[in-house]
């Protein structure tokens, strides 16, 4: 399979910008990685989810062990639609820093793209309790992305701006 978009090395793996650009067979493997982990809703349909992948993490056998992804949505408090980030790495491929790798690609691919009404943020609500230590707010805080606080559920709700001028 042959990716043609930005590629970041990292390790022995590939960070592929896929935005817009997915073909049925990366569709198959994104909607595999999503099946051999149990982790969609029942009841949802994976090629819609599909249409939200930003960018795919490839093993060195070229296989999808991760995605990044974004779905639009509008923020009433903020008053404007904002990108909410979404990210799985398959356990087995989890490594200290891929997370902030993959955060900073898509921030910065989705910051590139020339949309009609591009929406103003990337949002990140912290689902994992791990990404709510001191440690990883840190992390976020240094990346450029502003604590806005918590949402009802005691998740941290984050935004960066995009350079929308």
Do not use: C
Not at 34 to 46: A, K, M, V
Not at 85 to 105: C, E, G, N, W
Not at 139 to 148: N, V, W, Y
């Amino acid at each position: 399979m042959k990716i043609i978009s930005n590629t970041l090395v990292y390790g022995r793996y590939q960070l592929a910008d896929v935005y817009g650009n997915i073909t049925p067979e990366l569709t198959e493997k994104i909607v595999n990685l999503w099946q051999r982990n149990s982790i969609l809703p029942t009841g949802l349909d994976p090629v819609h989810r599909v249409n939200e992948v930003a960018v795919v993490i490839l093993d060195d056998t070229q296989k999808v062990v991760g995605v990044s992804s974004a779905y639009i949505d509008y923020r009433p408090r903020l008053q404007e639609h904002a990108f909410m980030y979404r990210m799985f790495i398959q356990p087995s491929d989890r490594t200290p820093t891929m997370m902030l790798a993959v955060l900073k690609q898509t921030y910065a691919l989705l910051n590139s793209l020339t949309l009609a009404n591009k929406p103003a943020s990337l949002m990140i609500v912290t689902e994992n309790n791990k990404l709510m230590r001191s440690g990883m707010r840190r992390q976020f805080s240094r990346m450029g992305f502003i604590l806005l606080g918590q949402n009802p559920q005691r998740q941290d709700i984050w935004r960066q701006p995009f350079d929308l001028s």
